[in-house]
T-cell receptor, first 116, second 115 residues
Framework: SAVISQKPSRDICQRGTSLTIQCQVDSQVTMMFWYRQQPGQSLTLIAT?????????ESGFVIDKFPISRPNLTFSTLTVSNMSPEDSSIYLC?????????????FGPGTRLTVL | AQKVTQAQTEISVVEKEDVTLDCVYETRDTTYYLFWYKQPPSGELVFLIR??????QNEISGRYSWNFQKSTSSFNFTITASQVVDSAVYFC????????????FGSGTQLTVLP
């Protein structure tokens, strides 16, 4: 299995500011994803983080609002830009395609974001 | 398009009772993967099981068991002799074929096990 860590674990931010969330995997994974979980809701895929190229966004999510980087096979960042209270959610990073566990996805502990 | 339905929003049981969490899915793919995850109050997602669509054998792991019925597009999860520590939100998820593809999650079932 893979161990995924996220920083920060939680934050409280002011409207209009931006926050960058870091995701670190302890093993090389082929795929990395970012999900959002709004309060009391299920997980919704934001985008697939592609190494060395632009992320692939799901319907309803755009690069200007959620820029993503993935410089290598173990690290990715998600920025939540120009935040509003509606962005208050848990943001989760996941990784998959680990050698020996190709079809499993492992999740980080999440980043709890509150926007005032 | 893929869709996962967990019709049970909340379930409460008394400790030691058995409980079944329902999951129904829709997909046009002929092969796919099904998952169950547990999310305790701490918020972390805990992987429970992955099932390939071509393997319809039911699986048992300790007090957990899973019943995959391709004919009814269901992948139900049973906890036998429930314990208070089983209290959590349980998510069923579906992914298309291929290595580690994105997951489509159901809305989750909040299970509360009372002492």
């Amino acid at each position: 299995s893979a161990v995924i860590s996220q920083k920060p674990s939680r934050d409280i931010c002011q409207r209009g500011t931006s926050l960058t969330i870091q995701c670190q995997v302890d093993s090389q994974v082929t795929m990395m994803f970012w999900y959002r979980q709004q309060p009391g809701q299920s997980l919704t895929l934001i985008a697939t983080a592609n190494q060395g190229s632009e992320a692939t966004y799901e319907s309803g999510f755009v690069i200007d609002k959620f820029p993503i980087s993935r410089p290598n096979l173990t690290f990715s960042t998600l920025t939540v830009s120009n935040m509003s209270p509606e962005d208050s959610s848990i943001y989760l990073c996941s990784g998959g395609g680990l050698a020996g566990s190709y079809n499993e996805q492992f999740f980080g502990p999440g980043t709890r974001l509150t926007v005032l | 398009a893929q869709k996962v339905t967990q019709a049970q929003t909340e379930i409460s049981v008394v400790e030691k009772e058995d409980v079944t969490l329902d999951c129904v899915y829709e997909t046009r793919d002929t092969t796919y993967y099904l998952f169950w995850y547990k999310q305790p109050p701490s918020g972390e997602l805990v992987f429970l099981i992955r099932r390939n669509s071509f393997d319809e054998q039911n699986e048992i792991s300790g007090r957990y068991s899973w019943n995959f019925q391709k004919s009814t597009s269901s992948f139900n999860f049973t906890i036998t002799a429930s314990q208070v520590v089983d209290s959590a939100v349980y998510f069923c998820a579906l992914s298309p074929p291929g290595s580690a593809r994105q997951l489509t999650f159901g809305s989750g079932t909040q299970l509360t096990v009372l002492p």
